[in-house]
């Protein structure tokens, strides 16, 4: 049964909320804007198949945030944030303990990457939860070759703070390990 494992590494990556020292990127914030149901359409036109996951994420209180450039999403991200009692797995895997936003599923198109709009979507989503009071910690989560990513919430202040390994069968995650989390 060779193949049908797959183990992947991921970094952790948190920083606390800032109070107002935000990070300073090139932000745009007529084109920066929280997603709705309304875009879902503009959603399959932008990333065809990805619909079924918005609807997923926004149904579970996922909260996206995209970038429209000429009538397409050239970029988006998600946010969640953890409001109960108890750590939660978020996407079946990754725990999020209660008070911590977490930060997934960044996407830039890739005629739009190196042009700073993750870097965007990261600030954006830090700054509106500060508008609403959150104090909590930040967390996110990367495969450790995704370079730019990682540099880009870096750059905002994150730091790798942990390492997290998913072990799955096919493209079902069965067991996650926690190999180490600085706090």
Known sequence: MTGLFNVSDFAILSREMPRDDFPTVQTHPEIVSELT???????????????????????????????????IIVALGWL???????????KGYFPVSPGEAYFHADWTAPAARGQGLHSNLIVFRMLL??????????????????????????????????????????????????????R
Not at 38 to 64: A, P
Not at 80 to 90: H, M
Not at 156 to 164: P, T
């Open 37 to 71: 149901r309304d875009d879902i359409e503009l959603i399959e036109s932008s990333r065809e198949g990805y619909s079924r996951v918005v609807r997923h994420y926004l149904d579970n209180g996922h909260r996206g945030v995209k970038i429209v450039r000429r009538g």
């Open 129 to 182: 939860l500060h508008r609403e009071g959150f104090g909590g910690r930040l967390v996110a989560n990367m495969s450790h070759s995704n370079l730019s990513s990682m540099k880009n919430y870096e750059r905002a202040g994150f730091h790798v703070s942990g390492e997290l390994r998913v072990r799955s069968f096919l493209k079902w995650p069965l067991s996650v390990h926690l190999l180490k989390e600085d």
């Open 80 to 90: 969640w944030v953890n409001e109960g009692a108890t750590t939660t797995r978020v």
